[in-house]
C-alpha cells in the first residue's frame, strides 16, 4: 500500500467543512503526510489566507513534514517539464480567446462534452508553423495547449489505480481516457503552469505516491496520467473519496463563511466538534 500522501489547498480564501474533510482524510491514508499550498494564480491568491491554511490545520490537531511546498516558487520545474513537451512535438499556441471558442462552440454545434464543458474545438490545432511565428511576433496573446490526440498515440493504452470510491464506486485498476479532456491548456502567460501539469510534477518531486483527494477531482487522472507517463515521471496511485455536502446537497464553497473552520472556530466549536461534526455527516456524504 503507498504511503506518502498530500492536502493541496488554494490560498484563494479560508477552509471549510470539506477541506477539513479531506485534510484528515489525507493525513489518515499515509504514514508521510505532506502539504502544498497550490498558489499559482497571483491574481486569486493571497498570503493571508496562506497564513490562516496552515494556522486551521494546526488547529485541527494536523502535522505534516516541513517545508510546505509552494507552487509560485517551482515555476522553472513547470518550464522544464514544459521543454519536454515541447521538444516531442505535443504542444501547440492557441490564441483563441473564450468568446472565440465559445463562437466555435455553437457555429459547429456538436462539440464532444469533457469534463469541464464541452471540448475545446482545435481551432488553432492546424495553423502551419509560419502563422503560429507571425501571430507570436504581433504580440497575440497565447496559451499551450497539449495535442490530446499526438499524446494517446504517444503513451498508448494507460490505466491508473483506484483505492478510493471513483466517481461510481470503481476500484482497481481503471482504464484512462487520453482524450477525455480534448486539447487541455496547461500554461497561459499569466499563468506559467496549469493545474495538471504543476501537480504531476509536483506530486513527483514530493514522492507522493497516494494521491488522496475529492471525488470531484477524479476525473482529472485521466489527463494527469498521461502527463506523467509523457513527462517520464513514477505513478501514483488514487483514493477519491466522496464529498461532504450541505443541508441543500451541494458541496461546500469558500464563498459560504458560515461553513468556515474561521468561522467555527469563533463560534466556539473545537478540533473535537470539527471531527464529530464530520463524522456524523458520513451518512450525507456523497
Known sequence: MPTTTRFAPSPTGYLHLGHAFAALTAARQGTRFLLRLEDIDATRCRPA????????????????????????????????????????????????????????????GDAPNGPDGPR??????????????????????Y?????????????????????GAGS????????VDPLLFGDVVLARKETPSAYHLAVVVDDAF?????????NDLFAAAHIQRVLQMLLGLPEPA??????????????????????????????????EDIRDRLSSARQGIS
Open 168 to 175: 461510481a464506486g470503481e476500484t482497481g485498476r481503471i482504464a
Open 206 to 214: 514530493q514522492g507522493v505516491d497516494l494521491v488522496t483527494r475529492g
Open 143 to 163: 496559451a499551450l495547449r497539449l495535442d490530446a490526440t499526438k499524446a494517446a498515440a504517444a503513451v498508448g493504452p494507460l490505466s491508473f489505480t483506484e483505492f
Open 120 to 141: 475545446y474545438p482545435g481551432t488553432c490545432r492546424h495553423f502551419s508553423d509560419d502563422e503560429r511565428s507571425e501571430k507570436i511576433a504581433a504580440g497575440i496573446a
Open 49 to 108: 489566507f496562506a497564513a490562516a491554511i496552515l494556522e486551521d490545520l494546526s488547529w485541527l490537531g494536523l502535522t505534516w513534514e516541513q517545508p510546505v511546498l509552494r507552487q509560485s516558487e517551482r515555476m522553472g520545474a513547470y518550464a522544464a517539464a514544459l521543454k519536454v513537451l515541447k521538444s516531442r512535438g505535443l504542444l501547440y499556441p492557441c490564441f483563441c480567446t473564450r468568446a472565440d471558442i465559445a463562437d466555435e462552440i455553437a457555429r459547429s
Open 238 to 271: 488514487y483514493a477519491h473519496h466522496r464529498l461532504i455536502l450541505d443541508a441543500a446537497g451541494k458541496k461546500f464553497s469558500k464563498r459560504d463563511r458560515a461553513v468556515t473552520l474561521r468561522s467555527l472556530r469563533a463560534s466556539g466549536l473545537t478540533p
